[in-house]
């Protein structure tokens, strides 16, 4: 393997949001057997900028899915976004569904309610605040991300299945936790991320191996030679993969690394 794309949360890091010594020093492990790695997350690209130091990152950054690629300066390398038209009625689907919802437009994170669902600890998690807005009438440009927020499973799950079917291939919608449904453009999607990467590497798709836990994970999955799921995923993702690690909460990112890339 020439590289291993990793996703974030349920992944490379723990339950706590936590980046444990194990998993800097497979990374680093990495780095001295020449294999590069870089990191994709439904977060937007400064919501990462906190790995960039302890794991030596100089690829590529691909927040909300891909929607947002930057450098490790946060210099915009490539960016897609929803189309204008569809914010509104997006928004309006989304909350058909009882889901809070959440905008990112350009830089800013808009939220209705500060104590919202999962508000606060994005926040911590992210290391920003959100802008509270009355309303996300008129927000229609430069929209990156649309996210549904529900601790009632179900409806995330059913909220994505509608907008797959309301909006078919004008979005991407696919759940980045249990409780987030992720709206982007779409072409931002983690396989689109893998293409990217093999591009500016001038690497096949095949001499990249890719690991992550959620649904939003499979289409990296089908573009990459080695694919891994954290034994923290569901059946369906596990399905979808060559190698499934331990969880994410039991070093199985610092273990697929030393077991599926490294073979040590």
Known sequence: MKLLLSDVDGTLVTSEKILTNRSIEAVDQLHRAGVLFAVTSGRPPRGMAMLIDPLSITTPLAGFNGGLVVDAQMEVLEERTIPEELVAPIVTLLESFRLSV??????????????????????????????????????????????????????????????????????S???????????????????????YLARTYDVHEDEIATIGDMPNDVLMFAHSGVSIAMGNADVQVHRAARHVTTSNDDEGFAIAVERFILGI
């Open 102 to 171: 959440w905008v990112y437009q350009g830089s800013d994170w808009l939220v209705l309610d500060r104590d919202g669902p999962h508000v606060r600890h994005e926040a911590w998690t992210c290391g920003f605040d959100p802008t509270v807005v009355a309303t996300f009438d008129g927000v229609t440009g430069n929209v990156a991300k649309i996210v549904g927020v529900s601790d009632d499973h179900e409806h995330v799950q059913d909220a994505s299945a509608a907008a797959k079917e309301q909006f078919g291939k004008e979005v």
């Open 173 to 195: 919608a696919a759940r980045s936790q249990l409780y987030y449904l992720d709206v982007t453009h779409p072409r931002a999607n983690k396989g689109s991320v893998v293409r």
